[in-house]
């Protein structure tokens, strides 16, 4: 597959934060009804991210039949809302709460609908705020894969960030 997306080559080498989730352990979630992770949303993605033993992330996802776009395959921004949110996730590692400013995704293979989803998403480096994250996704077979996705993302200050919209929010 050929990204248009390429990091920086002078990106800086990361650690884990000491207080990072541990590895196998499941992260957390954003918040209950957070469309990715959320346990309170009927029509979420209720993704369960797992740290890994560097800084990286897994996840799994059944493709069920409301994820539905082309028949018996998965609507293609029901994935990238998947690797939005894997790869969201992953700079939690190194205590970098983050928003999405680039999400590139090439779809290699159709998915089909009662399979299950296998990510995995890796930080790459980071250039002041910008985080630069990889991803995949296979099927049970890791070197078959079926899509990947490129991102870039900003550190943020939680509070400032979401500050105008908190009190606003919806729940379902």
């Given at each position: 597959?050929?990204?248009?997306?390429?990091p920086p080559a002078d990106l800086e080498p990361l650690v884990r934060h000491p207080k990072a989730t541990g590895p196998g352990q499941h992260i957390g979630l954003h918040h209950s009804?957070?469309?990715?992770c959320g346990?309170?949303?009927p029509l979420g993605l209720h993704l369960k991210v797992i740290a890994g033993d560097d800084l990286s992330v897994t996840a799994q996802m059944p493709v069920v039949d409301?994820?539905?776009?082309g028949p018996g395959v998965i609507h293609g921004g029901v994935l990238s809302a998947a690797f939005d949110e894997v790869t969201g996730t992953a700079p939690l590692l190194i205590g970098a709460p983050v928003v999405t400013v680039?999400?590139?995704v090439d779809f290699a293979k159709p998915i089909p609908l009662g399979s299950t989803l296998h990510f995995e998403a890796r930080i790459l480096g980071k250039q002041g705020?910008?985080?630069y994250?990889?991803?995949?996704?296979?099927?049970?077979?890791?070197?078959q894969i079926v899509a990947s996705?490129?991102?870039l993302f900003v550190t943020i200050d939680v509070q400032k960030h979401f500050a105008e919209h908190y009190d606003k929010r919806v729940i379902l």
């Open positions: 597959m050929k990204h248009a997306f390429v009804t957070c469309f990715g346990d309170d949303t409301w994820m539905q776009g680039h999400l590139e705020r910008k985080i994250l990889a991803a995949s996704a296979h099927l049970g077979d890791p070197e996705a490129h991102a």
